[in-house]
């Protein structure tokens, strides 16, 4: 390639060069690889810095942890062979299984041998007088690539609050996205701070086994039922069948779950039918759904919010028999994070070995050196203490690296102001940058909106590949532009008005901005499809 020759030119014989270095090895990495590798007969190489591939479900192996998609839109769409022989066994997939898929996937398409693990990449610096990035790694070496890929998932920067006397702690101390393979929870005094969807799965499957669960809950959550289970044959053959009609329907909808979503106000229907409604969802399962598929207003008008929280705010009363330990699980303001799903999380507070610690009436004063004590001055002895408190979301994982682009400008500085992107994939004064779930990109089942992206980035590199342009960056103006669009769509809904890790709330410090497009896969697609068809309209070549 053109690329390759120019490097060798210009870099010393140390420098390994490729045509495109992906960073990360999760969904987004392997199908990047994939693409570029196999389609456009480029030389490739792909980081990650964990000892196996899997990307966030390398990470997340704490107990419970478990798609919150189903089964049949949680994997490569783009391989409909693997999606025709394999088993689909439970109605959402856990993450050995994901693991597992992954790993089958990478090994069928022989991509390990391009994918470099136990290898973080520490900076990548843009040189522009030849139009190449050039990546340096945490083992000393250095490559040079004309196109970068960072496919670094949205949620992989953990967020651990510091706590007074935290290094005093005895016990072991975990982080849930850092889970060590030989944790001992059995008969052990385990305390859990969070209770998002990690810290309801993790605090769900445990709790029968530890021997004291102690939870620290800032704020109490709205879930609702999963509905996880085994599968039948037939229900297997039939999503098989409907292959394309599945993936196309995915493709077009707005939140790529895989199920209709409702058109029905929540106000249009009587109070006994809304409630006929929600409880169908209940026992069918599933967040996204309880949320989306009963009605089409309960992320944006208030009323129909407040019907979905009456909803849920009555299972918890039914559900959790200690008066006090339901007023405190109930949450009180809107219903509009990421929705949950779990497996029996209310519940588990019935269990005479699980107590509630509100840490909003209650705080955490600080961590000694046998457990965790509150403001009421309790002192609540623990073995283990787990951190289920989320991630620094979306620029999170870019900030870690040292990314410089045009005249050495670092992307910390460029994104001082919050992240942007020019529709979720590329961001000014960072040319040949692609970046696969950059910010701003559509709010969905995560695995059709990287396919959406990865098969964009591989047409673009295609196309300036055939046309042999050095270099591609978008507009400025157009950037901001994507920018407004997102916030004014955002604004539309009730998410906006939340505080949560989806407007980087969740850290202190960090800019409360918009991070993602909610208009959704269908009309993002659309956009995508308009702007190639345009000359790619935004962005400029060299
Ligand atoms: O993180 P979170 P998460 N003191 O930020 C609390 C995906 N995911 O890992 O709400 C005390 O949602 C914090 O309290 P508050 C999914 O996209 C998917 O759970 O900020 N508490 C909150 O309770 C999800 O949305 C799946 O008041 C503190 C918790 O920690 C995203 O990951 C499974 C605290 C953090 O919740 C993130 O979920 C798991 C402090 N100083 C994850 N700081 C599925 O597919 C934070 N908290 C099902």
């Known amino acids: 390639m053109t690329s390759t020759v120019l490097a060798k030119r210009s870099v010393g014989t140390d420098i390994i060069n490729y045509d495109a270095i992906i960073i990360g090895a999760g969904f987004g990495g392997i199908y990047m690889l994939k693409k570029l590798r196999d389609e456009l007969g480029l030389k490739v190489r792909a980081f990650d810095k964990a000892a196996g591939i899997g990307g966030t479900w390398f990470w997340n192996r704490y107990p419970g942890a478990l798609s919150d998609s189903e089964t049949f839109v949680y994997c490569f769409s783009w391989d409909r062979e693997l999606c025709q022989e394999w088993d689909i066994t439970t109605r959402y997939v856990d993450q050995p299984q ?44 250095q490559y040079s690539a004309k196109y970068l890929v960072t496919a670094l998932g949205l949620l992989s920067a953990t967020n651990v609050p510091k706590f007074k006397g935290q290094e005093k702690f005895k016990g072991k101390m975990y982080h849930t996205a850092h889970w060590p393979a030989d944790a001992v929870l059995d008969g052990k005094r385990v305390g859990v ?43 297997a053959d039939e999503i098989k069948r409907n292959y394309d009609a599945i993936w196309n329907e995915v493709r077009s909808s707005r939140l790529a779950f ?47 919010n407040f019907a979905a929280q009456e909803f849920i705010r009555d299972k918890i009363k039914e559900i959790v028999k200690d008066p006090e330990t339901a007023r405190k699980l109930m949450p ?50 623990l073995d283990v203490l787990v ?45 040949n940058m692609f970046m696969i779930l950059g910010p701003n990109g559509p709010f ?5 909106t990287i396919e959406t992206e990865v098969e964009w980035v591989s047409d673009m590199i295609g196309f300036m590949e055939e046309n042999e342009l050095a270099c591609m960056e978008p507009d400025p103006e157009c950037e901001r532009q994507w920018g407004v669009t997102c916030r004014e769509i955002a604004d ?22 918009v991070y993602f497009y909610m208009g959704g896969l269908g009309p993002f697609r ?5 702007v190639q068809n345009e000359d790619y309209r935004g962005f400029k070549f060299k």
């Not at 993790?202 to 609702?224: C, N």
């Not at 409630?275 to 309960?298: C, L, P, S, V, Y």
Request: overall charge negative; proline content about 5%.
């Open 258 to 304: 895989g199920f209709k979503e409702s058109n029905i106000p929540t106000m249009s229907v009587s109070p006994e039918e809304r409630k006929e409604i929600f409880q169908r969802a209940w026992e069918g399962g599933g967040g996204f759904r309880f949320m989306f598929e009963t009605f089409n207003d309960i992320a944006v008008d208030e009323q129909a």
């Open 492 to 513: 539309q809904t009730l998410f906006a008005r939340a505080e949560s890790w989806i407007f980087g709330a969740n850290i202190p410090g960090k800019t409360n901005t």
């Open 98 to 141: 994901i693991l597992s898929y992954l790993n089958h996937a990478v090994d069928r398409h022989d991509l390990r041998k391009d994918i470099q693990l136990e290898t973080a990449i520490t900076s990548a610096v843009f040189d522009e007088s030849i139009t190449r990035w050039f990546v340096s790694t945490d083992d000393g070496h």
């Open 332 to 381: 009180r303001d809107l219903y509009a994070k990421r929705p949950l799903c779990d497996s029996g999380y209310y519940a588990t507070f019935n269990r005479p070995n699980v107590s509630l610690v509100d840490v909003k009436e209650n705080p955490i004063e600080e961590i000694t050196a046998a457990g965790v004590r509150t403001a009421d001055g309790v002192e609540h002895e």
């Open 444 to 448: 969905t089942n995560l695995p059709p």
């Open 193 to 235: 701070i969070g209770t998002g969807s990690t810290g309801c799965q993790v605090i769900t499957a445990i709790a029968p086994i530890v021997g004291h669960l102690t939870v620290f809950q800032r704020s109490p959550q709205y879930t609702v039922p999963v509905g996880n289970g085994p599968v039948s044959r037939e229900y």
């Open 387 to 431: 951190f289920a408190t989320g991630f620094d979301a979306v620029d999170g994982n870019y900030k870690r690296i040292d990314i410089r682009g045009r005249n050495g400008l670092s992307i910390k500085d460029h994104w001082s102001d919050g992240p942007s992107s020019y529709l979720s994939m590329s961001t000014s004064n960072f040319p």
């Open 526 to 530: 659309e956009i995508l499809a308009s």
